[in-house]
Antibody, heavy 118, light 107 residues
């Protein structure tokens, strides 16, 4: 069945780089787009960026200068790297699969909580 | 960016009551509107897409409507398991944007 699972460090120091991995199963990264979405504690959802099935990427302009999304199709993994982290980058980071012409998120990972603190 | 204004921010309903949540887009989004339910400590789950289409497995008491810039989610007959946060999301243009959320509690 379709699964996505995020992994990465729970604690990152301010000004450092965050590296997260989304490992997927049950579908191919060459057939579906995968997105990253984050959620500060107790707040709403923010779309961060997308890895398209063909390898193209798209980023939220608010994060574009700090954000990079890449993939390894042989390992079924999508990667997120974001530099210059600050305390307001604290939150839960999700990867999610895009489905259909309406581009909805039909499957989500469990999320990984990232705290930015010294 | 398209702004999604969601209301109310919080809502309290009795079991069996019908509730509605609204989202207003800052420009027309051509029904590219989805609703997600997020229970405490869990990931969001897709309820409705294309403004009014029910995702497989979602109870029929959930329904969506709207067009242009105004959209709504209705729960016909509140159940205990419906206590959650609800978010709308537009996928008409990048960057995809979400409403600020509605916290639905049982009265």
């Amino acid at each position: 069945q379709v699964q996505l699972k995020e992994s990465g460090p729970g604690l990152v120091q301010p000004s450092q780089t965050l590296s997260l991995t989304c490992t997927v199963s049950g579908f191919s990264l060459t057939s579906y787009n995968v997105h990253w979405v984050r959620q500060p504690p107790g707040k709403g959802l923010e779309w961060m960026g997308r890895m398209r099935y063909n390898g193209d990427t798209s980023y939220n302009s608010a994060l574009k200068s700090r954000l990079s999304i890449s993939r390894d199709t042989s390992k079924n993994q999508v990667f997120l790297k974001m530099n210059s982290l600050q305390t307001d980058d604290t939150g839960t980071y999700y990867c999610t699969r895009e489905f259909g012409v309406r581009r909805v998120f039909d499957y989500w990972g469990q999320g990984v909580m990232v705290t930015v603190s010294s | 960016d398209i702004q999604m204004t969601q209301s109310p921010a919080s809502l309290s309903a009795s079991l069996g009551e019908t509730v509605s949540i609204e989202c207003l887009a800052s420009e027309g989004i051509s029904n590219d509107l989805a609703w997600y339910q997020q229970k405490s400590g869990k990931s969001p789950q897709l309820l409705i897409y294309a403004a009014s289409r029910l995702q497989d497995g979602v109870p029929s008491r959930f329904s969506g409507s709207g067009s242009g810039t105004r959209y709504s989610l209705k729960i016909s007959g509140m159940q205990p398991e419906d206590e959650a946060d609800y978010f709308c999301q537009q996928s008409y243009k990048y960057p995809f944007t979400f409403g600020s959320g509605t916290k639905l509690e049982i009265k």
